[in-house]
């Protein structure tokens, strides 16, 4: 054997037989080892000399996630973590100064704890200057924390028991972009008038799964998403903004909204919006006033039973359309063939009979199962009295558990989809 290498050898053997004696590094640590959001060459997967008993480091991350522990062991971190993970222990109270020496985190996360109001005084966080993320769902906090980090850019207090937001929070959150505080027990009463005009750099709020029954007041226009699913909202206002937004994404999926309780007026100042989902509602109508910007909109599990030729009109940048389960059983002639963009249509389950008529010849995909149709209409597909041949771009056609009569389907109907790759019946 070359010398050279047998030396080498043996000098490895000698170096790894002094390093610490762990676990070989899981899925799950391997996972946060590539951290969302970070940038560069990924932290190496080495663990560190210098670690709490507990807690396995790597570069500058530490992981403390389910281990039984009461406290935060800080003692022994090294004086550069960053990422600290600290998920499903038995983490009572944040003490005052407990990251004095760490002052280079960037994210910590208390996610599944038994964090309470007490347990987060005015000086839990302080000399954090660099904290980024902060991740406390999952705990028993009732109020908004009100000493947190100005530096903070993410915030996460879901699944909490959160009843209130005073509108005179003491922390700034000019460089919060992004709000979860989803699944708590935030009512109109807990939300007082002017409390998110603090986060003028708010782009991602999350609402879902509240007890709120009307809609918050005096939303930040920097807005991109807005998530209020699951809560009891009866109605919306005149103006959800009151001065142009920058709101592209509207989610109020599983409330109590009724056509009378859409305002033509909601829509105003939403000249970016792309996408909504108004299902699980009590709609009987399609919403007026929408921006002509959309691009999609969901209206699954609603009570709509008619599509009039106004329906989608003004909204010539729709691609996608998503109205099933409802009850429509009548469809004009001209509902869809304006929708020059249209590329994606779901009608099903519903009430139909026949195959809609007039349909955008750039459709992609059309979903019409679980309907009451019989027949397929010559022109439904192919434009029969054109003088000159064109082909339809259709790929997908799902027309299964239908009543369909093969006897009274054209020969013709299906001449020109040359582009199809799925049909079912």
Same mark, same amino acid.
């Given at each position: 054997?070359n010398?050279?290498?047998?030396l080498?050898?043996i000098?490895?053997l ?7 004696e762990?676990q070989?590094?899981s899925d799950?640590e391997r996972h946060?080892l590539v ?5 560069? *060459?990924?932290?190496?997967s ?14 500058n991350?530490?992981?403390?996630s389910?281990?039984n522990i009461?406290?935060i ?12 993970f600290?998920?499903? +222990?038995?983490i009572?109270?944040?003490? &005052?100064?407990?990251?004095a020496r ?8 208390f ?5 309470s109001?007490?347990?987060?005084n005015s000086r839990s966080?302080?000399g954090l200057?660099?904290?980024k993320r ?9 109020r ?5 980090p100005d ?9 909490n028991n959160i009843?209130?937001i005073? &509108?005179?929070?003491?922390s700034n959150?000019f460089n919060?972009?992004?709000?979860y505080l989803? /699944? $708590? $027990?935030? *009512?109109?009463?807990g939300? /007082? ?6 986060f003028?750099?708010?782009?991602n709020l999350n609402?879902?799964?509240?007890l709120?029954?009307?809609f918050?007041q005096?939303?930040p226009t ?5 998530r209020i699913?699951?809560n009891?909202?009866?109605s919306?206002?005149? $103006?959800?903004?009151t001065s142009p ?5 509207v ?8 056509d009378?309780s859409?305002?033509f007026?909601?829509w105003?100042n939403m000249?970016?919006l792309?996408?909504?989902?108004i299902s699980q +509602?009590?709609?009987r109508?399609?919403p007026?006033?929408?921006s002509p ?8 599990n609603?009570?709509i039973e008619? =599509?009039h030729?106004?329906?989608?009109w003004?909204?010539? +940048?729709?691609?996608q359309?998503?109205l099933s389960f409802n009850?429509i059983?009548q ?7 304006? =929708?020059?963009?249209?590329?994606y249509?779901?009608?099903?389950? +519903?009430?139909?009979?026949?195959v809609?008529q007039?349909?955008?010849? $750039?459709?992609?995909?059309?979903y ?6 019989? *027949?397929?209409p010559?022109d439904?597909f192919?434009?029969?009295?054109s003088?000159?041949?064109?082909e339809?771009k259709?790929q ?6 239908n009543p369909l009569?093969s006897?009274?389907i054209p &020969?013709?109907?299906?001449?020109? =989809?040359s582009s199809?790759?799925v049909?079912?019946?």
């Open positions: 054997m010398p050279c290498l047998l080498s050898i000098f490895l000698d170096f790894t037989s002094g390093q610490h762990r070989p590094v799950e946060l951290l969302p959001g970070s940038y560069g *060459t990924p932290p190496s080495r663990l560190l000399p210098r670690c709490p008993e507990v807690c396995r480091c790597y570069s991350i530490a992981l403390c389910s281990k009461r406290e062991p800080t003692r022994s971190l090294p004086r550069k973590v960053a990422h600290l600290l998920e499903r +222990n038995h009572e109270s944040i003490p &005052a100064h407990i990251f760490h002052r280079t985190l960037t994210r910590i996360s996610r599944s704890n038994r964090i109001d007490s347990g987060i966080f302080i200057k660099k904290l902060l991740d406390l769902s999952q705990n028993e906090l009732t908004f924390p009100s000493e947190l530096s903070l850019s993410e915030l996460q207090l879901a699944s009843s209130e005073a &509108a005179n929070l003491s959150f919060l972009t992004s709000l989803q /699944e $708590n $027990n935030l *009512t109109d009463a939300i /007082e008038p002017g409390t998110f005009r603090c003028t750099a708010l782009k609402l879902n799964s509240n709120l029954t009307t918050p005096d939303l920097s807005l991109n998403y807005l699913e699951n009891q909202l009866t919306l206002p005149n $103006n959800i903004f937004s920058q709101v592209h994404h989610y109020l999926r599983a409330n109590q909204l009724r009378e859409i305002p007026t909601v105003k000249s970016n792309y996408f909504v989902d +509602n009590q709609l109508t399609i007026r006033g929408l910007s959309l691009r999609l909109i969901l209206l699954e609603n009570l008619v =599509l030729w106004q329906s989608f003004g909204l010539d +940048n729709l691609e359309i998503r009850r059983s469809i004009s002639t001209d509902v869809f063939g304006h =929708l020059s963009k249209l590329r249509l779901n009608l099903s389950y +519903n009430k139909l009979v026949s809609p007039n349909l955008p010849r $750039n459709i992609l995909r059309l019409l199962q679980h309907n009451i149709i019989y *027949t397929v010559i439904a192919c434009d029969v009295d003088y000159s041949f064109v339809s259709l997908i056609i799902q027309l299964n558990n009569d006897a009274r &020969a013709l109907a299906f001449y020109c =989809l199809m790759q049909l079912t019946f």
